[in-house]
T-cell receptor, first 115, second 109 residues
Framework: ETGVTQTPRHLVMGMTNKKSLKCEQH?????MYWYKQSAKKPLELMFV???????ENNSVPSRFSPECPNSSHLFLHLHTLQPEDSALYLC??????????????FGDGTRLSIL | GQNIDQPTEMTATEGAIVQINCTYQ??????LFWYQQHAGEAPTFLSY??LDGLEEKGRFSSFLSRSKGYSYLLLKELQMKDSASYLC??????????WGAGTKLIIKP
């Protein structure tokens, strides 16, 4: 139990579908992150929210749309995805963004498969 | 550019010691993290180094040399449950973690 919960754990969707990934953290943290993890590749940072404000968007295609309604919840809305978007999507949180020494705590991820 | 280099895969024997090396080049530096990730699970935090030297935490130790852009993770008294990927992640001047592809460690009986 890492204190960061992601749902669903697995998702299969067609390229024309719309779905959302959910992340919830119970650690009292103020920063939340979305990462993409593909096989044998480094973690790719997608989005960062610090105190509910988006502070980073690493050139992510617009078919991925994040939402952070409060410091405990983070969503990733998906629409018209491509087969290359199939990957493990990880959510993480830390005490505060923009500071050193604070580890990020990860959820177990959502395994996404695009048909 | 920013770059992390660590071995793709290593094999070690139960009860032995293994050292996983990581070299890095980043724009600025605000410390380096090591994470463990078992297959199908979340990465979990192992250690953080910001000053040169060795940090010991039970069976695991982590070393940093800032001038050489080098770190290693030392695992002692290896157990089968230590079979996992180990991720090296320095933090750059923007406090962003720069991730390596990870080292898959296989422990044999």
């Amino acid at each position: 139990e890492t204190g960061v919960t992601q749902t669903p754990r697995h998702l299969v969707m067609g390229m024309t579908n719309k779905k959302s990934l959910k992340c919830e953290q119970h650690l009292g943290h103020n920063a939340m992150y979305w990462y993409k993890q593909s096989a044998k590749k480094p973690l790719e940072l997608m989005f960062v929210y610090n105190f509910k404000e988006q502070t980073e968007n690493n050139s992510v295609p617009s078919r991925f749309s994040p939402e952070c309604p409060n410091s405990s919840h983070l969503f990733l809305h998906l629409h018209t995805l491509q087969p290359e978007d199939s990957a493990l999507y990880l959510c993480a949180s830390s005490q505060e963004g923009g500071q050193g020494g604070q580890p990020q705590h990860f959820g177990d991820g959502t395994r996404l498969s695009i048909l | 550019g920013q770059n992390i280099d660590q071995p793709t895969e290593m094999t070690a024997t139960e009860g032995a010691i293994v050292q996983i090396n990581c070299t890095y080049q980043t724009s600025g530096f605000n410390g380096l993290f090591w994470y463990q990730q078992h297959a199908g699970e979340a990465p979990t935090f192992l250690s953080y180094n910001v000053l040169d030297g060795l940090e010991e935490k039970g069976r695991f130790s982590s070393f940093l040399s800032r001038s050489k852009g080098y770190s290693y993770l030392l695992l002692k008294e290896l157990q089968m449950k230590d079979s996992a990927s180990y991720l090296c992640a320095p933090m750059d001047s923007n406090y962003q973690l720069i991730w390596g592809a990870g080292t898959k460690l296989i422990i044999k009986p």
